[in-house]
């Protein structure tokens, strides 16, 4: 917002509405609420105050779009999980969410009553699976068993959760992040089946080309015949890409014990599947005889993220550190 400080205007016409914001009148009234806390705040310094408040400010977005809530007083966890979502899909840093979220906590805590307590960093590890740390080589590792990923899409085929179980195979058999599965249109899906190449534009922009795998053409095929031109594969016109999103998570959330096997050193998430498709196309160059460097590159450049030492945490064993 361009007014140093924009907390100070309490007239509502006043109030400058970003570009593409789309409910302007919810935005508005969510703003005149920010800017009545602002003002009674003292306890931080004027530039901190000002970087938790763009932070909020750019919550309020999200929330004027998605959710149309009325008042800031009734945002709760699930609001709050799917922006974080929402964020690390944007390719956000860990260190400038983590920041959001702590502006997001500290407004929070300013209103007189408020409807929901937020989760905390542990709460979010321990129920949504979602780390505001910087992920670390050596960590744990993630990835599903062939007999979980089976029974996973056995399960959710079992309660007629076919969205579920495709946006999985993708997951598992395209390396997709859970926002690249869920954001595909029918386009795209056509011109994959066309080129046997699944083009898509990751973080930060990055567009890959990942060879068409037969169980994700098979999972293409079918869907696209329910599918009108010009719509997406999984989020029908009466829901957004980020409930679609929440939906898959909370369907393995609530159900991974049924399909989980003993002795997993994680629980099972999405991103875990494809930690599983890395590892797959990594043992197969290196079985055809490709040295580990080379090997680690071209798995990269299918995840779309060209990091050397991201891929080594996606290669992560049991053993340790894979070696050259």
Not at 50 to 62: L, N, P, Q, T
Not at 150 to 176: F, N
Not at 206 to 219: D, K, N, Q
Request: charged letters at 30%.
């Amino acid at each position: 917002m361009s007014n140093t400080m924009p907390w100070k205007i309490r007239n509502r016409h006043e109030i400058p509405v970003p570009k593409g914001v789309v409910n302007t009148g919810v935005y508005c009234n969510l703003i005149e609420q920010l800017n009545k806390l602002a003002r009674h705040n003292r306890s931080l310094s004027f530039k901190s105050r000002d970087r938790y408040y763009k932070a909020v400010e750019r919550f309020i977005r999200f929330l004027a779009d998605n959710y149309q809530l009325q008042k800031l007083s009734n945002m709760s966890g699930r609001h709050v999980v799917t922006y974080i979502q929402y964020m690390q899909s944007k390719g956000l840093s860990a260190s400038t969410i983590k920041t959001d979220v702590g502006a997001i906590r500290f407004f929070h805590d300013l209103m007189d009553t408020t409807r929901h307590p937020l989760p905390t960093n542990e709460e979010l590890q321990e129920h949504y699976y979602i780390t505001l740390e910087k992920r670390k080589f050596g960590g744990v590792d993630r990835v599903w068993s062939q007999k979980e990923f089976t029974g996973m899409i056995d399960y959710a085929r079992t309660l007629k959760r076919h969205d579920i179980a495709h946006i999985a195979v993708l997951g598992r058999e395209q390396g997709l992040r859970i926002h690249e599965a869920v954001r595909l249109d029918r386009a795209e899906a056509e011109k994959s089946l066309r080129t046997n190449l699944l083009t898509i534009k990751g973080k930060t922009g990055l567009i890959r080309h990942v060879p068409l795998r037969e169980s994700a053409r098979t999972v293409l095929a079918e869907v696209i015949q329910a599918v009108e031109r010009g719509q997406k594969l999984f989020v029908p016109a009466d829901k957004k890409a980020h409930q679609v999103i929440e939906s898959v998570q909370r369907f393995i959330i609530n159900h991974r014990d049924k399909f989980s096997e003993a002795g997993r050193d994680a629980p099972l998430t999405f991103h875990g599947l494809r930690h599983s498709f890395a590892r797959e196309e990594y043992r197969k160059r290196i079985e055809s005889g490709m040295n580990a460097h080379k090997a680690r590159l071209e798995v990269s450049e299918l995840l779309g993220h060209r990091r050397d030492d991201v891929t080594r945490i996606y290669l992560f064993e049991k053993t340790g550190e894979e070696t050259e």
